[in-house]
C-alpha cells in the first residue's frame, strides 16, 4: 500500500504525526534480543519484550496468545476480550471501560515474513495502545455506540499515530524504511477514511478528534 495524493495530503500528514528531528529511522538504543523474538515466537519472548518497553502493561493486557490453529484470517496482531479466539467474530471485540483487560493474538507466519526484529517491537505498542484506549487509560475518549466502520477508522487511526510518532522519535530501533513505509501508509489510510466520515457530517466533532490525533505520543500521558 501506498500513500496517493497530492502534496497537500503529505503535509496534512505531517502535521497528524508527531513529527521527531528527522523523517528517516535512526538508530537509538538497540532493543535487547530475548527468547521468543528471534527466528521463533513464543508467549512468553513477547510478554518479556513488551515488559521491556511498557512495565505497565498488565494493567491493560491479560495474556499474549498465538491465533488459534484454523482462523484463516492473516494479520500481524490484535485484540481481543480474554478467551476470544477469532478476532473477526463480533463476540471477540475486547472489552472496553475503566479496568478493563484485554488479550493479545498475533499471526506467527505474518510477523516473521520478511520484517525486522523492530517490526514487532512497533506491533507490540500498537497493541498495547489499543488496550490503554479501550481501558479509558488515553487522552482519547473511548467510542461507544458507533457504526463500526468509524470505530475501526477512529481507533486505527490513533494507534497508528502514536507507532508514527514512536518510530519518528526513534523509538524502534533498526526499523526498515520499507517498514516505516507500512506504517505510515496504514495511518494515512485510516485517518483518510476517518475525515471522509466525520469531517463534512460532523465538522464540530471532527475538529476534536483531529486535534487530538495531531499529538499521538502525547495521548498515553494520562496516568491510569
Avoid at 137 to 165: I, K, S
Wanted: net charge neutral; aromatic share 8%.
Amino acid at each position: 500500500m501506498r500513500i496517493r495524493g497530492s502534496a497537500c495530503w503529505a503535509r496534512l500528514l505531517r502535521n497528524t504525526v508527531a513529527a521527531g528531528s528527522t523523517a528517516c529511522i535512526l538508530a537509538g538504543e538497540a532493543p535487547a534480543v530475548v527468547n521468543g523474538v528471534g527466528s521463533h515466537l513464543d508467549p512468553p519472548g513477547l510478554i518479556q519484550a513488551l515488559a521491556s518497553r511498557r512495565p505497565d502493561y498488565t494493567r491493560y493486557i491479560s495474556s499474549v496468545r498465538p491465533l488459534a490453529p484454523g482462523v484463516g484470517r492473516r494479520l500481524y496482531m490484535a485484540l481481543v476480550r480474554p478467551g476470544a479466539t477469532d478476532p473477526r467474530e463480533r463476540g471477540s471485540a475486547p472489552f472496553a471501560g475503566p479496568g478493563a483487560r484485554n488479550d493479545i493474538v498475533y499471526d506467527e507466519a505474518a510477523i516473521l515474513s520478511d520484517h525486522s526484529l523492530a517490526w514487532r517491537y512497533l506491533l507490540l505498542d500498537h497493541e498495547y495502545f489499543h488496550a490503554r484506549h479501550m481501558a479509558g487509560a488515553t487522552l482519547l475518549p473511548v467510542p461507544r455506540g458507533e457504526p463500526a466502520e468509524l470505530e475501526r477508522h477512529y481507533n486505527e487511526a490513533a494507534a497508528g499515530g502514536f507507532n508514527v510518532a514512536m518510530a519518528r522519535a526513534g523509538q524502534y530501533s533498526g526499523l526498515r524504511e520499507d517498514e516505516f513505509r507500512e506504517a505510515l501508509d496504514r495511518l494515512s489510510e485510516h485517518y483518510a477514511a476517518l475525515r471522509a466520515l466525520l469531517k463534512d457530517s460532523d465538522p464540530e466533532r471532527w475538529s476534536r478528534v483531529s486535534e487530538l490525533l495531531r499529538e499521538p505520543a502525547r495521548l498515553i500521558e494520562r496516568a491510569y
